[in-house]
């Protein structure tokens, strides 16, 4: 059996613009319990913000900021 992603995928996905603050996307992603949130700007989408990104921007001294801002291993 063959599945497809569109018989999984989110159908209406919360998004946000470049502009929107740290805070706000935090908020977002407390309110519609979601780890991920596409960036959008002109109806194209431009990047992702993850918990990680965010705990960055907010306390990098964290432990998800510090594993976040480590290089990835190759």
């Given at each position: 059996?063959?599945?497809?992603?569109?018989?999984?995928m989110?159908?209406?996905?919360?998004?946000?613009?470049?502009?929107?603050?740290?805070?706000?996307?935090?908020?977002?992603?407390?309110?519609?319990?979601?780890?991920?949130?596409?960036?959008?700007?002109?109806?194209?989408?431009?990047?992702?913000?993850?918990?990680?990104?965010?705990?960055?921007?907010?306390?990098?001294?964290?432990?998800?900021?510090?594993?976040?801002?480590?290089?990835?291993n190759?």
């Open positions: 059996m063959t599945q497809h992603v569109s018989d999984i989110t159908s209406a996905p919360v998004t946000v613009g470049p502009q929107t603050s740290v805070s706000a996307v935090a908020r977002i992603m407390r309110e519609h319990a979601v780890r991920r949130i596409p960036v959008v700007e002109g109806g194209h989408p431009v990047g992702i913000v993850a918990p990680g990104d965010a705990a960055m921007e907010r306390d990098p001294e964290s432990a998800l900021g510090d594993i976040s801002a480590a290089r990835p190759t």
